[in-house]
């Protein structure tokens, strides 16, 4: 992997792109002039191109950012610096987890280009749970990258001076204020940007009025803005994973920042339960939907369980803090990660539900009244969580909450 500056930024295209892959290498140069282009990206913030050799297959993926949220337009702008964050975090995670992240084959932070593998092999895991698909590996994956780049991130094993260089190094702070008001602040008050059909506006006015719930939420945004905790992905929902039956690969790091050490596996747990809610639409069978759903709550128990197993052996076996032999140290950090977890998948879960950014597990339910019916739950359920995050005190009556939901 090499990083090059160029002294200039402009949007690729289907041709220009070309002029950032070829002096790469990465295709023989019989096949210059045989390759294949497609602009597939289909996200707010970037521009996604997907280059195959005609000849042996081999291909590659060019993500450039661009300068505005796509979502939104030009009145939207953002910084180009999140491409050198996702790249940065992208390398960084695969100094732990190399099997779960793309590999990086090139970055170029004028351009704010990052070209890396082709998992063109894989499927976005959403798109995969919504058709009711199953993958054996994920919970384990998934509690496996959280925890070791959780805990090779933080003050427990990294000296102090280097971890205040990587929290300099990730301050993201246009990003992390987009997740501050999708997230935490949105979503609570009436903002124009909200989105959610009229009928659920008894709803929406409920948890605008919910006083206790509004302080609960203040606290979750305070702990999102203070706690540099560990390195986070920053955006660790269904649609940032791409799998198949044997693999998992978590992409588009750009939101990643230095945060509280729940909120990424809050995110996945959080997306996780808003699919099993909607597999009560989406599910053609009874039996497969009572399968699937029983899958999502497996999944959601196995990977805080891996979460919590490989953080303590990380702990055990290579914790610098001169706390880590204490009794009691550890416990308490991981009840406490746990606890907040919950709390700010309370939060997602209702900002998908009616801020800017929906989910298509919800969002494509075919019949309105059964989409409505189940955004109503979702509010319910996002409700319950934050208002007693500190009642549950272990995995399974999560997941039992979310059952009963």
Not at 45 to 54: G, Q, R, T, Y
Request: net charge negative; aromatic share 10%.
């Amino acid at each position: 992997m090499s990083v090059q500056v160029r002294p200039t930024y402009e949007p690729l295209n289907e041709l220009t792109v070309l002029d950032v892959v070829k002096p790469l290498d990465f295709f023989d140069a019989s096949e210059q002039n045989q390759l294949h282009v497609r602009e597939i990206g289909d996200g707010n913030l970037n521009l996604v191109f997907h280059i195959e050799s005609a000849t042996s297959k081999k291909a590659l993926i060019v993500k450039q950012a661009l300068p505005y949220a796509k979502v939104v337009g030009e009145s939207w702008p953002l910084t180009l610096d999140r491409a050198r964050i996702e790249s940065d975090a992208l390398l960084k995670e695969a100094e732990s987890v190399p099997h779960l992240v793309p590999k990086v084959l090139f970055s170029d932070s004028a351009l704010a280009v990052t070209v890396m593998e082709d998992l063109s092999d894989h499927v976005i895991l959403r798109k995969g749970l919504i058709e009711g698909q199953i993958y054996p590996q994920l919970a384990e994956d998934i509690g496996t990258f959280a925890a070791k780049t959780a805990f090779y991130s933080s003050d427990f094993y990294l000296h102090p001076f280097e971890k205040k260089e990587q929290v300099r190094k990730f301050s993201n702070p246009e990003l992390c204020k987009i997740t501050e008001d999708l997230v935490f602040t949105d979503p609570f008050f009436n903002i124009e940007t909200n989105d959610f059909p009229a009928e659920l506006q008894p709803d929406v006015d409920r948890i605008w009025n919910d006083k206790e719930l509004l302080k609960e939420v203040a606290q979750l945004r305070l702990a999102f803005l203070t706690k540099a905790e560990v390195l986070l992905h920053g955006d660790l929902h269904s649609g940032s994973i791409f799998v198949k039956s044997d693999s998992t690969k978590v992409i588009d790091p750009e939101f990643a920042f230095y945060g509280p050490a729940g909120f990424d596996i809050a995110h996945f747990i959080a997306n996780l339960a808003l699919n099993h809610l909607s597999q009560n639409a989406h599910a053609k069978e009874p039996f497969h939907r009572d399968s699937i759903q029983s899958y999502l709550l497996q999944t959601i128990e196995k990977t805080w369980e891996t979460y919590r197993e490989t953080f303590t052996q990380l702990w055990n076996e290579k914790a610098t803090d001169p706390f880590a032999k204490t009794e009691g140290v550890l416990e308490s950090f991981l009840q406490k990660t746990f606890q907040e977890a919950i709390g700010f998948a309370g939060c997602e879960i209702i900002r998908r539900t009616i801020g800017l950014a929906h989910v298509a597990d919800l969002d494509s339910i075919s019949k309105r009244e059964v989409e409505l019916f189940y955004k109503k739950t979702a509010l319910e359920l996002g409700a319950k969580l934050i208002k007693n995050q500190r009642k549950l005190t272990n995995i399974t009556e999560l997941t039992d909450w979310i059952r009963g939901a």
